[in-house]
Every structure is written in C-alpha cells, then in structure tokens.
C-alpha cells in the first residue's frame, strides 16, 4: 500500500546529516501546488542546522504577506475586503466603509479569525441592533457576510461563520404615508409656483421685499412628477441625455456621495436596472423646451451659478417652501410613490418597476405602489344580517 502523501503545507520527518562535512538538516515538504520536494539547510551545529531548515520551511509555506490566514484579525479581513470591491458605487463604499468604522472595527476589530464564532456574531449583530437599530444591524450584517466570504476563499475560516448568523428581523410594518393625490399635487405645485416667484403668503408685518427665487421648485417637481426620476437622477440630468423631438429622457447619471461624504455627478445610475430610457408627457416636454431656450449651464437643473445642486440644498428648499402648510413632510420620493401607483394600476407592477428603475418587482410593491387590499363583494350577503 503506497505511503499517503503529506498534507498541503506541511514538511515531513527531518533527518540530520552531513554534506561536504557541514552539519545539514533534510525534509521534504508538500506546497500549496500539491507537489511533493525537498529542502535542506546547514548550520555549525546538527540543532542549528535543523532550525535553519524549520524556519526556512515556514518561510516557504507561509501565506503571501497580502493573503489572509487564521491568524489574521477582523480588521484586517475588513480591509482586504473594502480594498477589493473598487467597482462598487462610490455611495456604496462609504456607507459599507462606515459600517466599518463605526461598528465592525470597534467591535470585532482586534478578534483574529481562529477566534470567530457563529455565537460571537450572533451577539454581535445583536447589540448592534439594540444600540442602532436594525437597519444599521443590516448593513453590518450584509458587510460582515461578505467579508468572511472573502476569509473562506482565502481558507482563512472553515466553514464560512456568518451562513448561520441570521440576519436582523425587520420590524412590523406600521403602514406608510399615503402617495399625494390630485389635490395633494395641485396644492403643492401651487404653493411652488409663488414660492419660485417669491409670492407666497406670509406673516403680518413681514415687510421683506419680495423677489423671484431660483429654486426652480416647480419646474423639478414637475420632472419628478413627469417621470418618476429619482433626486439624485433629477438634479444630474444634463442636456444632452434629453431628445425633445421623440419626447424620451435617458436616465444614466446620478448625484452621489464619496467616501469623504461629498458629492459628484456619478457616471453610472444606482443600478443596472437605473439605467432607463422614459418617455416624456407633453407638458414636460414643453417646460424643458422654454428651460432649454434660457439655459446657461450643462445641467438641466443647475444651482445658481451653473453647477449641479446638491441634494441637501435642494431638499431643504424643498421643506422651507413646504414649512407651516398642510404639505409639510412631503418629500420629492413621495411623488415618486404617486407615479409608481398610477402606472401600476394602469400598465401593471412590472411597468411601474421600470419606470422607476428597480431590479425587483418586491421593491416597487413593498415602498412605492400604494395598494390596498380589498375584500370580497359581501355587501349583499352582510345586507341579510341587517334585514
């Protein structure tokens, strides 16, 4: 019966000798390549010949210096891993690389791989949930499982930990706020279009003069209204993305946030699925005819001197023109709520997905497209209880 073959990684008996009269020490070792050689080293002793050669077998055996071992920590797995995913999202990177920072590192960061456990995550995960809430816990948790992930390619973990850690429980829906209806729409574009001109009521004795704002609310509401477009979409749309003739807009840019939290014009929309061609109403068409004919800047809803708005700013325009009417909390998402209800019950789930720009149906269902379930036609029947 052939002798077995040494493990991978591993030397085998070391026997001492003598070459060319020095003391040597002999062994062969199985690399990571499966293949079986041998090593020998000297020394002016038999015992110092023989640590030569075990040190140079560890040497030889040991993981690259950038490779992940047991013997690595969280923190370093964290950062193997954020430094492996430069094709995400700038926005992406930063929120999972705050995760990092804020809780991953402080919690975990000095545990080596050897020492994690389903039960040590498990409470990790936990007390994140406790003293964040559960959507922080979520992220943490979707940052974590893709970290050991990594450690399991590297066969620095065995098995692969966070397959049994489950994730946070979501909590029970209370509902949502309602899409705007027509009158919520109507309200509101009036109170934009005297915010915009600067007309708007105010309080007694308030003598401030009043002049035309350039907070082009109307105007980008009317966009979002138009299209569905998400902020970051709307305020990175340049012309040249816009064919007025055939009435369609392709959504391929939005704003996003880098790692150091500013914002920049993103060349790519938040998902493959962002990536869309909409046909515009003829309104909307005819308001960005007159915007196309007085513009002075690339982006189609530029900031005052001609570069793309920040989101920030232009949400908290938003709410200022909102404040103290019955429209306060009404968000530019939530116009996007109202579009994705009337295509649905009009074209169906799939097209409001679309015209959204979501990968999955789930989403549209469970955030956007208001709906309410209706129970049986039992009028007649509960009539007879009355009768």
Known sequence: M???PLELETWGKIRRTTVDGKPTAIANYRGSDGRTRPMQRQGKTPAEAERNLIKALKQQLAPASDDLSPDSTVEQ???KWIDSKGKLAEGSLRIYGKAIQNHIKPGLGSVRLKEVTVPRLDRFI???TKASGPGTATTAHVVLRGMFALASRHGAVK???MVDVPAPEKPKRRGRAAAPDADVIRGIRTRFEMWDAGTEPREEGDRRRRQPRASDLLDSTDMI???GVRTGELLALQWDVLDLTAQVVTIRRTIAQDRDEKFFVQE??????????LELPDPIVEMLLRRRVASFSEFVFPSAVGTFRHPNNYRTVWRAALRDTPFAGVTPKSFRKTVATVIRNELGIAAAKDQLGHEDEKTTKAHYADEVHRGPAAGPVLAKLLS
């Not at 790519?268 to 061609?277: I, L, P, Q, V």
């Open 159 to 161: 098995p692969n930990p």
């Open 2 to 4: 052939p002798r077995p």
């Open 77 to 79: 797995l964290a950062e």
């Open 126 to 128: 936990t007390a994140v």
């Open 225 to 227: 209204i138009g299209s």
């Open 268 to 277: 790519f929309t938040k998902s493959d699925a962002g990536y869309r061609e």
